[in-house]
């Protein structure tokens, strides 16, 4: 049969052009398969396999470049290389002591056949949970400054899936309610994204080592396939490098189970190590402070009859922290600069002169006395350069007052960040993701590290793991927190943490100042918890620091539950995900790593739940008193939120608790050795 040409051409758009596998690698289990591809016009993909299934099909890699062509096209392989790693490292502090970093790596290197010979490499770090990879440009005439317009990587998706996901480029940045959808529903998102595909395997896509580069998030394609969008910048390109520079690292966590993503290390692995040395003089703890009360619109940031932030009240808080064990005090308010629209104009913040009614310097004196540290504040209103200026004196005085962590803020609308480069230039503004805020928080936590400050930064970028490489980052917030209890409308829905603990919380810690006891938000509005609830979360959502939020006489009103809250570690040996599906339920344990107690936190949606708990976790031959607070009959959110029983019984390992959870409800649980 003769076939005309424009039936030719058509046959050319509809049918791929023929691809030829270059290179491999495997994991070291053999489970996860990568290939990479290159067609007939020299394209590049990669594709994913896990147990002989395709997990990820063709997807393509490559730059659209604003100084140059893009490099895309007319590739072809120079070299390979492969190597295999197996170590374990210590954590200074984290959600496990030793990780394992166990892999098979693939170095791919490709040139183009025409023309100016630009050329790069693609490294693939195959784990038995997961894949990471990343583009590395070296020194080359062709390639010297590198103005990326976006990065042309893929991730398509090969089942049909199931998608838990936030919206990117919204003006309140991360602080939205996760969206289960079908994957053909996804619009733009941010990462981290997770996905159930339909035979029942769990992967999240995300990044590891975002440092000066802007950050990824996806964007639907055709089929199953995530596109990903950079985030924008001032610079005329999303990112501007010279080389030799390499990418953060896309990662792409697998699992047969929900709880899989959560213990893995993928993302602290593809990060480097310490550079900070010894750093023994940050205590992960926990902390009390002025804060729940100014969500509540009871007291003010700004100063006038119902300011916070006054040497007395912050008295009446280092007392209460003092005398019930908690470390830190954390005081909002502080400084100069709220008075006034300071949502409008963060210039005004001055981050080293206290306001008249706020003695810093003996408060920090009253508080070491106490054995408490107070805790600081560095809200920016998003005037990025104005702190930068004075963030090394702020620093120095912290340090020479024993403050020893810094929560900073960067409160503004999405893409309002204030950069002015030279004082009295232009302010142009940037995205808290993009490319110079990769850049500023680096700078924040490098100089911090100087004066032996920890960091917790509030509206941040996103976690990729570089706490392993600057374990002075200790936490972030970076999702909607308690504070949407207080004034959220709507506020926190029950299904909200067990989503965070399979989608954020895969990043990294977060700061989400759990332990409301009140149970209730500004003008009564209910929080969809019940009390167990509020412990519980102290266990599944993971930070090395941890506020107990509430107010102090709200605590002193509820102390069997309290007592949880003045007991519950933040610092782990190691950590086990008994059960759980996303957005659903979780069953979580961890050891502590100062003692030989366990601690178990257990959540569910707005569906009451019974759950069938092994205690396998335990040690052999030990029998333990379990400390139990939990849900009692008829707890419901909505209609019981306050049924709560505190127990204790006898068990060792091989038996099986039943946990009966509420609806909006939980379970803590504290496991200490029998003393013989």
């Known amino acids: 049969m003769r076939v005309g040409l424009p039936a030719l051409l058509l046959m050319a758009l509809v049918v791929p052009a023929y691809a030829e596998t270059v290179a491999a690698v495997a994991s070291p289990d053999g489970t996860l398969k990568v290939e990479l591809d290159l067609n007939g016009e020299g394209r590049l993909a990669y594709r994913v396999a896990r147990k002989g299934t395709p997990l990820i099909g063709d997807s393509r890699l490559g730059f659209l470049l604003r100084n140059g062509r893009e490099l895309l096209r007319n590739l072809k392989l120079e070299q390979q290389s492969a190597r295999s790693s197996d170590e374990t490292w210590e954590q200074p502090w984290g959600e496990r002591r030793f990780v394992r970093n166990h892999y098979k790596e693939l170095r791919a290197s490709f040139v183009e056949s025409d023309r100016d010979h630009r050329h790069f490499d693609v490294v693939f770090r195959v784990f038995d949970d997961g894949v990471g990879f990343r583009y590395e440009l070296p020194r080359q005439p062709a390639l010297d400054e590198v103005q990326i317009q976006e990065e042309l990587t893929e991730f398509a998706i090969a089942q049909p899936a199931t998608a838990w996901w936030l919206p990117a480029f919204e003006w309140n940045r991360e602080e939205y309610l996760y969206n289960r959808t ?114 509540l619109d009871e007291q003010t940031w700004g100063t006038g009859p119902r300011h916070g932030a006054t040497t007395q009240n912050t008295k009446r808080y280092i007392d209460f922290a003092a005398k019930y064990g908690f470390r830190g005090v954390l005081v909002e308010g502080w400084n100069v600069g709220w008075d006034g629209d300071w949502f409008a104009n963060g210039w005004n913040f001055d981050f080293s002169k206290p306001t008249p009614d706020y003695d810093i310097a003996a408060l920090a004196a009253y508080a070491k006395a106490k054995g408490v540290h107070l805790i600081g504040h560095h809200e920016t209103a998003c005037a990025v350069s104005h702190y930068e200026r004075q963030m090394g004196t702020a620093f120095a005085l912290f340090q020479r007052l024993g403050i020893d962590a810094v929560k900073t803020g960067y409160v503004c609308d999405a893409g309002q960040i204030e950069r002015q480069d030279a004082d009295g230039g232009p302010v142009v503004r940037e995205w808290h993701e993009g490319q110079w805020m990769s850049n500023h928080h680096l700078r924040v936590v490098q100089e911090a590290a100087k004066h032996h400050i920890a960091i917790d930064t509030h509206e941040p970028i996103k976690d990729t793991g570089l706490r392993r490489t600057y374990p002075n980052w200790v936490s972030r917030e970076g999702a ?54 509020q412990l519980a979360d102290y266990v599944v959502l993971y930070s090395p620091i941890h506020m107990a939020a509430d107010l102090p006489e709200h605590y002193e009103q509820h102390m069997d539950a ?23 339920y979780a069953t979580i344990v961890r ?49 019981n939120p306050f049924a709560f029983v505190r127990e204790t019984r006898k068990v060792t390992r091989g038996d099986t608790l039943t946990l009966k959870l509420g609806a909006g409800g939980g379970a803590a649980i504290r496991f200490t050795p029998s003393k013989k």
């Open 182 to 295: 079908p994957l053909a529903e996804v619009g733009v998102a941010q990462t981290p994204i997770t996905l159930r595909t339909a035979d029942g395997t769990h992967l999240t896509v995300h990044e590891a080592a975002l440092v000066d580069y802007a950050g990824m998030n996806l964007a639907k394609g055709e089929g199953g396939r995530l596109r990903a969008m950079l985030t924008p910048g001032t610079e005329g390109a999303k990112v501007v490098r010279r080389t030799p520079f390499a990418t953060p690292w896309r990662t792409i966590q697998v699992a047969d189970r929900a709880g899989g993503l959560v213990e893995s290390n993928l993302i602290l692995n593809l990060n480097e190590p310490n550079k900070l040395g010894d750093i023994s003089w940050f205590k992960p703890s926990k902390y009390v402070g002025v804060w729940w009360s100014l969500h």
């Open 562 to 584: 309290f007592q949880f809250i003045r007991d519950v570690p933040v610092d782990w040996q190691e950590t086990h995900v008994l059960n759980g599906e996303v957005g659903d």
């Open 480 to 533: 909607r927190g308690q504070e949407f209890n207080a004034w959220g409308n709507p506020p926190n829905p029950p299904e909200h943490e067990p989503n965070l603990i399979f989608t954020r919380m895969l990043a990294g810690p977060m700061d989400f100042t759990p332990g409301v006891l009140s149970l209730k938000g500004r003008n009564g509005q209910a929080i969809q918890n019940t009390l167990a609830r």
């Open 591 to 639: 050891k502590d790593r100062n003692s030989a107690d366990w601690y178990l936190g257990s959540v569910t949606d707005e569906n009451a739940r019974t759950l069938q708990v092994p205690l396998d976790f335990l040690d052999a031959g030990r029998s333990y008193v379990s400390q139990i607070y939990r849900d009692g009959d008829g707890a419901d959110w909505k209609t």
